[in-house]
């Protein structure tokens, strides 16, 4: 059935025709499959699923850890942007990683000694999400536990970890199973349970919300990886400084890393991507690496020959970029994706659909022209989880929201700078391909994503697909007018109350 898909391409292809969300709808179908029935699982690339398939895009204002823990236990995958320092980028992949473990391999861990005042300290500065700490002696051996309990009734911070601790621990070996540590854990009623090695030294631990959480089923819609961790993304640019950042992400536990550049089909992408690819595969085999963005099939197909684990395809269609209109390039994103897939069809590369989504409708657009995954910017942009505050203009909430080539950006750091292949740090000398501004408050991401999903489950009710590996079999489309569009949209009423998955600018 995908033939009818191909056929409405390539017409519109000999008209020299590009189309983009607000021209396309999709046909209905028979359907045999409700709605709350329809599986949405993808896969972001080769080896990194997805139980939805949305992703937090790589932006300052977007993805930083609290947005990539509440994308991740919902479902889908956030990728920490590479505006930060690289340590602390890799400080934001590690809060992902700790904050849900089935098995905590690598404990963070204080010394007997330590001054609870200072441990305390150093929790706020990482930021961990946790109060548990394992104590160790000066030979690295297992002495105690500090709990919220410990902390919370000690009522002298200049003492020490020794004065505070408990001590009366149920510890497991090394090979104790999640099935052992839940059972061990229930019958002595404790919430912890540290694995020791034969000479006392710490082994990993389990932490019993986890350990419950899992085996109640109550995570099954969040992405964890083997070991019953938040799955997290982040993303990286091109050159020596690139790889350093690379490594150190892999070492806290990145499960795929994004070559983000403007243009993905340039040289020194493919030079990089290449020797970047083969030094991490060799180094960290479990790591996929995507690359992008590029908008066109014949650099889907050079980015996939070069060994890219998923494509990103997108140039211009977001809310806050200006490349189309600075440079005069791109192509519409429903045909670019679309000729992007086609190029690489077979090849088992998944590919992103970024940008330009305004409705939850677009999302079902992007993935039956192809797309594995979308990812949104703006309408997460405006959530709790979002970096920033909320400002309060024309007597409603708002928070800020910018494109990584806006001026602000590319003035505040220099990785911004780097992604749109600008030297210079001068305010005039740097030729800006996004802008800044405000989005409308949205509350908490939760609430955001499930609107969205429920428009692509009902999207794919009405063509009749149960899975996005059948939506990508029986989509079809038609181009629409610009009255056709108009009739979608509401129309000859005065909206007087707005619903939570629809607002219409003001043109």
Excluded at 169 to 197: F, S
Excluded at 446 to 455: P, R
């Amino acid at each position: 059935m995908r033939e009818k898909k191909d056929v409405f391409f390539t017409k519109m292809e000999a008209l020299g025709l590009a189309l983009t969300f607000d021209e396309v709808i999709l046909k209905t179908g028979y359907a045999e499959v409700m709605p709350d029935d329809i599986s949405v699982e993808s896969r972001f690339s080769r080896n990194i699923p997805l139980k939805n398939p949305l992703v937090s895009a790589a932006m300052d204002r977007v993805t930083e850890a609290p947005m990539a823990i509440e994308m991740a236990k919902l479902g889908g995958l956030g990728i920490i942007h590479g505006a930060l320092a690289p340590k602390e980028q890799a400080s934001h992949v590690a809060r992902v990683k700790f904050y849900m473990n089935g098995k905590i391999e690598k404990p963070i861990t204080v010394r007997v000694n330590d001054v609870i005042e200072q441990i305390l300290k150093r929790r706020e500065d990482k930021a961990y999400p946790f109060h548990s700490f394992l104590v160790l002696d000066d030979n690295d051996r297992l002495v105690g536990l500090l709990t919220r309990n410990d902390f919370e009734i000690c009522s002298d911070m200049t003492l020490t970890a020794r004065e505070v601790m408990t001590t009366e621990l149920i510890t497991g070996v090394p090979g104790t199973t999640l099935d052992e540590a839940y059972e061990m854990m229930h019958r002595h009623k404790k919430k912890i349970l540290p694995l020791i090695n034969s000479d006392g030294r710490s082994a990993g631990m389990y932490v019993w919300s986890d350990v419950q959480r899992i085996k109640t089923g109550s995570s099954r819609m969040n992405n964890v990886d083997a070991k019953g961790q938040l799955r997290v993304g982040a993303a990286i640019g091109v050159g020596d400084e690139a790889l350093e950042r690379a490594s150190l992400l892999a070492a806290n536990g990145v499960d795929v890393l994004v070559i983000d550049t403007a243009h993905g089909d340039s040289k020194p992408v493919f030079e990089t991507l290449v020797r970047m690819v083969k030094e991490l595969k060799a180094t960290f085999p479990s790591i996929d690496v995507v690359a992008g963005n590029i908008s066109e099939g014949p650099s889907a197909r050079r980015l996939a020959d070069a060994g890219a684990d998923g494509i990103k395809v997108g140039q211009g269609p977001g809310s806050i970029c200006t490349t189309r209109v600075i440079a005069g390039i791109g192509c519409p994103q429903v045909t670019a994706v679309y000729n992007c897939v086609k190029a690489i069809e077979g090849s088992g590369i998944p590919t992103c659909a970024d940008g330009g989504i305004q409705y939850s409708g677009d999302v079902t657009k992007a993935i039956a022209a192809g797309a594995h995954s979308v990812m949104i910017g703006s309408k997460l942009a405006g959530t709790k989880e979002s970096p920033g505050t909320i400002i309060l203009w024309k007597n409603r909430q708002w928070k800020n929201y910018r494109g990584m080539g806006s001026m602000s950006a590319m003035l505040e750091r220099k990785e911004a700078r780097d992604r749109y292949k600008q030297v210079s740090s001068g305010k005039t000398e740097l030729i800006a391909e996004g802008i800044e501004g405000l989005v409308p408050y949205a509350g908490e991401v939760a609430s955001v994503i499930y609107q969205f999903l429920g428009g692509l489950r009902r999207g794919m009710g009405y063509v009749g697909a149960a899975s996005i590996p059948e939506l990508h079999e029986k989509a079809d489309f038609y181009r629409i007018t610009k009255s056709g569009l108009d009739e979608s949209h509401p129309h000859d009423v005065i909206i007087t109350e707005e619903a939570p998955n629809y607002h219409r600018s003001e043109s």
